[in-house]
């Protein structure tokens, strides 16, 4: 049995139907990725399995944690499991992050609000989660605001509320698109040895075909709200069956044409004429103050 699934999704906003039969499920401690271009659908199924979905939407189908659906449970409910059981990497750690509060307070919040602890523990705790993630106190103080920090600290946050209660599944949509290269390396790596030390499952959701070679055990793809395609990484890339697929993965390798470049023209130092351009002029120009030769 599959620790998430999902069952033929439908979910439309104000009538227009943004999601069509969206079906795809994620093992224990196993890593799915799930791909497509913008406008696919991505996001949207990894909101409608936090139930955040937008005003005016309206979901039908069954999305299951651990056997219990999660579109049946009330807002009370969904509060008590976000963060307990479904972890949410954003793709924005800015954004995701509140700016008026202290990246210890951030993380300290998940323990309290969950566990109830006191706020000595829930700080403790706090300082525990963010040294996993390789934030020791010791190097960034609890009391650091989010400002204070790089793109990859901040995303490094964010895991650790995330991963923080040990939750059976994490949902990272795009977690690595704003950072560069190196970071996004230490950050893919971070979350493949939590999965691996917990045996978490986990949903990863990118346009990157790179990053799903790499991270993932099976691939989906989406296209104009639907799953056209899905199967382990090692099919999927050995013999994709979907023209879309094989579209993206030629755009993936793409490389642009680029122009050649020349030589930039050698300028004057001050007080030396330009070097002759062969012209017949006696030299290319003039240095400011000086005669041309006659």
């Known amino acids: 049995m599959s620790m998430f699934s999902v069952e033929g999704l439908d979910l439309s906003i104000y009538g227009l139907p943004i999601l069509k039969g969206v079906s795809l499920s994620v093992g224990e401690g196993e890593i799915l990725g799930l791909v497509g271009e913008s406008g696919s659908g991505k996001s949207m199924t990894a909101l409608a399995a936090m139930q955040l ?7 039908a189908g069954r999305i299951l944690l651990d056997g219990e659906d999660v579109l049946s449970k009330s807002e009370a409910q969904m509060c008590a499991l976000r963060g307990r059981d479904i972890g949410m990497v954003f793709q924005e750690p800015m954004t995701a992050l509140n700016p008026l509060k202290t990246i210890g307070a951030q993380v300290a919040e998940c323990f309290a609000q969950h566990l109830g602890a006191r706020r000595a523990e829930c700080t403790a705790w706090a300082g525990q989660a963010l040294e996993r993630v390789g934030l020791p106190p010791s190097r960034f103080p609890l009391d650091r605001y989010p400002h204070e920090l790089s793109g990859g600290q901040r995303q490094r946050v964010v895991i650790a509320m995330a991963v923080a209660l040990k939750p059976k599944l994490i949902i990272a949509d795009e977690p690595t ?3 560069d290269v190196t970071t996004q390396a230490q950050i893919l790596e971070l979350m493949r040895e939590l999965v691996a030390e917990e045996g978490t499952s986990l949903l990863m959701i990118t346009h990157d075909l790179a990053v799903v070679a790499e991270m993932a055990d099976r691939v989906t793809v989406m296209r104009y709200g639907e799953v056209v395609e899905e199967g382990t990484t090692a099919a999927f890339f050995s013999g994709m069956r979907h023209p879309y697929s094989k579209a993206l993965l ?10 050649k470049l020349t030589a930039p023209p050698i300028l004057p130092r001050e007080g030396e004429v330009a070097p002759h351009s062969g012209d017949g002029g006696g030299g290319a120009a003039a240095v400011e103050g000086t005669a041309p030769s006659p």
């Not at 030629?250 to 122009?259: C, G, L, M, N, Y």
């Open 53 to 59: 979905m937008p005003r005016g939407a309206s979901a």
């Open 177 to 179: 698109t704003a950072l």
């Open 250 to 259: 030629e755009a993936s390798t793409h490389v642009p044409a680029r122009r």
